[in-house]
């Protein structure tokens, strides 16, 4: 009989099934989001101790927070049989993408600089994965990996690969402490199997293939890491020595943290990029066709509604408050892990999860991408705000924090010295980026300017990020025009009924200290400690926090972004 339901969660459709469990697109009636349920193959009538197990990882699954790290958000029983609950990651698996090909080196440093992080935050908490994988890494709907199944592999008694053991884990990326059964593991091991996912990412396979997958586990024991060269001649030599330190049998010969590998391995991107050296972009992962939407319109979607003035001189036209707007499928091109729609939200879902993702003006497209925290707060601070508590900032000082840094024809995202960089360079392009942590009543921050100065353009801050159908956003122009409005279910919703503003508090071309306070069903909108805009709304309450910029004209548009912070408001 075909499951219609699991606890509360409607079943739409079976993403996938193992040895271990099965895996359910599901939709949440609570929170009115689809999400992952996995069912484990255990009953529980049948194996008390295994409910202990269950409960006492599952409890530990859901602490960890990070944005590279799927969110596990409930766990139970159905028929005797414990399941849990976490984000839908529709992009699939990076095991997905690597069937399709050998992988370019800018992706495969994209993505392991995204994840290092989140493996580095986990092992100082004393957790080892113990199970890393392609499969085990998942992609939000703008390409954007992130871990799943910590703790998994510890509800394994053994792994059904290796006969008769009590090894957790897969052979085929398992280190050589693992395969010896080393009862103090930690987290090189996870080290050495990113160097085999990065081995499999550039080549299509890992470093051994045998007969049986014990072999394969004592080949990581005995056999010296061939050379990848002999597979792809086309990559700089340097890489081999990456590998042979990620890959060393003796762990005391390893790098010692995710983010070193991440670091070094970008370093020989970077070179390669900065050297002129021809890099292959035939292989790029491709979005999910389901996911990827696009609105079409004939100009910007805010311009629409609102009234965008052509110039710094035109002053907006008084528009409806809002819009219905058609919204079609469409496949669209995806850019080094970064989905967008249309070409990968790029960032980074998401993500929205991370995520919304979708075109506006034609096919132009979001990026969208994932954030952890940092520890600095903004320069400007937003009058009285010393009583709030932090719940994320990130001054943009490390360019392994999380954010995109993803380019290409349409735009892209980068660390500099000055701070975060969005660029967009097509006409109509909305590009953002956002954190991977849901918040409910917040106030956000950060100091931003744009870096073309008299070109059409606007910049600004999105919060209540639900999905690429439900956000509120608060943006602003270099010649001081301000607007702030919501979209929900593929309609615009102006906040103001005549659209874009003109406020002397906003500084022109210059450095501008922009902050949205959403809280309950108050949205504020405040630039340089001074309110510009408030309104009421009820329809979001909880969501994502990002940054958004967007083009207007065939003019290049760029904005920097300094001091990002999210706080839990300290509101009357």
Same mark, same amino acid.
């Given at each position: 009989m075909t499951r219609e339901t699991i606890g509360r969660y409607k079943i739409q459709s079976e993403l996938g099934r193992g040895g271990m469990a099965a895996v359910y697109l599901a939709y949440d009636p609570n929170f009115r989001r689809n999400v992952a349920i996995k069912l484990v193959s255990v009953n529980l009538q049948e194996n008390i101790i295994f409910r202990e197990r269950f409960e006492r990882e599952a409890q530990l699954i859901a602490k960890i927070e990070h944005p590279a790290i799927v969110p596990v958000y409930d766990f139970g029983e159905q028929d005797d049989q414990p399941y849990l609950v976490m984000r839908y990651m529709p992009g699939g698996a990076l095991a997905s993408k690597i069937k399709e090909g050998p992988q370019t080196l800018v992706y495969a440093s994209q993505i392991i600089t995204q994840i290092a992080p989140a493996l580095d935050a986990v092992h100082a908490q004393g957790i080892v994965h113990r199970d890393l994988k392609p499969a085990n890494i998942l992609l939000d709907g703008f390409g954007n990996p992130a871990i799943s199944d910590f703790g998994i592999a510890h509800l394994a008694l053994a792994t059904t690969d290796l006969t008769g053991s009590a090894i957790i884990g897969t052979p085929s990326y398992m280190s050589p402490e693992q395969v010896r059964g080393d009862d103090d593991l930690d987290g090189r091991s996870d080290i050495y199997a990113l160097g085999v996912i990065l081995f499999e990412m550039l080549t299509g396979n890992g470093p051994f293939r045998a007969a049986t997958p014990l072999s394969v586990a004592m080949k990581h024991l005995t056999d010296p890491i061939p050379s990848i060269l002999v597979l792809r001649p086309d990559l700089p030599g340097e890489l081999d020595l990456v590998l042979a330190k990620a890959l060393a049998k003796d762990r005391e010969l390893r790098y010692t943290s995710t983010s070193e590998l991440a670091l070094a391995l970008r370093q020989i991107s970077d070179a390669v990029k900065n050297d002129g050296r021809p890099i292959s972009h035939s292989v790029l992962p491709r979005r999910n066709e389901e996911v990827a939407t696009e609105i079409d319109m004939g100009q910007d979607p805010i311009a629409s509604i609102h009234?965008?003035?052509?110039?710094?001189?035109?002053?907006?036209?008084?528009?409806?408050?809002?819009?219905?707007?058609?919204?079609?499928?469409?496949?669209?091109?995806?850019?080094?892990?970064?989905?967008?729609?249309?070409?990968? !939200?790029?960032?980074?879902?998401?993500? %929205?999860?991370?995520?919304?993702?979708?075109?506006? %003006?034609?096919?132009?497209?979001?990026?969208?991408?994932?954030?952890?925290?940092?520890?600095? +707060?903004?320069?400007?601070?937003?009058?009285?705000?010393?009583?709030?508590?932090? %719940?994320?900032?990130?001054?943009?000082?490390?360019?392994?924090?999380?954010?995109?840094?993803?380019?290409?024809?349409?735009?892209?995202?980068?660390?500099?010295?000055?701070?975060?960089?969005?660029?967009?360079?097509?006409?109509?392009?909305?590009?953002?980026?956002? +954190?991977?942590?849901?918040?409910?009543?917040?106030?956000?921050?950060?100091?931003?300017?744009?870096?073309?100065?008299?070109?059409?353009?606007?910049? @600004?801050?999105?919060?209540?990020?639900?999905?690429?159908?439900? /956000?509120?956003?608060?943006?602003?122009?270099?010649?001081?025009?301000?607007?702030?409005?919501?979209?929900?279910?593929?309609?615009?919703?102006?906040?103001?009924?005549? @659209?874009?503003?003109?406020? *002397?508090?906003?500084?022109?071309?210059?450095?501008?200290? !922009?902050?949205? *306070?959403?809280?309950? *069903?108050? %949205?504020? /909108?405040?630039?340089?400690?001074?309110?510009?805009?408030?309104?009421?709304?009820?329809?979001? +309450?909880?969501?994502?926090?990002?940054? !958004?910029?967007?083009?207007?004209?065939?003019?290049?548009?760029?904005?920097?972004?300094?001091?990002?912070?999210?706080?839990?408001?300290?509101?009357?």
């Open positions: 009234g965008t003035p052509q110039s710094d001189s035109v002053q907006a036209s008084p528009q409806s408050p809002s819009r219905a707007i058609h919204v079609k499928r469409s496949w669209m091109p995806q850019i080094a892990g970064i989905s967008g729609l249309g070409l990968c !939200l790029i960032v980074l879902c998401i993500s %929205l999860g991370l995520l919304g993702a979708w075109t506006w %003006l034609g096919r132009p497209s979001f990026f969208a991408g994932q954030n952890q925290t940092a520890t600095l +707060t903004p320069t400007i601070q937003a009058a009285d705000n010393s009583r709030e508590i932090v %719940l994320f900032s990130d001054d943009f000082s490390n360019p392994l924090s999380g954010w995109p840094t993803i380019q290409n024809a349409r735009g892209g995202y980068s660390y500099q010295p000055d701070g975060y960089h969005i660029v967009v360079d097509e006409p109509g392009a909305v590009l953002w980026a956002k +954190t991977s942590q849901e918040y409910q009543d917040i106030s956000l921050y950060v100091d931003s300017r744009p870096l073309t100065a008299g070109k059409n353009g606007y910049y @600004g801050l999105i919060c209540r990020i639900q999905d690429d159908q439900s /956000f509120y956003y608060f943006a602003i122009q270099g010649n001081g025009n301000y607007t702030m409005g919501k979209y929900k279910d593929s309609e615009f919703l102006s906040f103001f009924s005549e @659209g874009w503003k003109q406020s *002397d508090a906003i500084n022109q071309g210059q450095i501008n200290h !922009l902050q949205a *306070d959403c809280v309950a *069903d108050t %949205l504020r /909108f405040i630039v340089n400690n001074a309110l510009i805009g408030e309104a009421r709304d009820t329809d979001l +309450t909880s969501g994502y926090g990002g940054l !958004l910029a967007a083009s207007l004209d065939s003019q290049r548009f760029e904005a920097l972004f300094n001091n990002f912070l999210i706080t839990e408001p300290d509101l009357p």
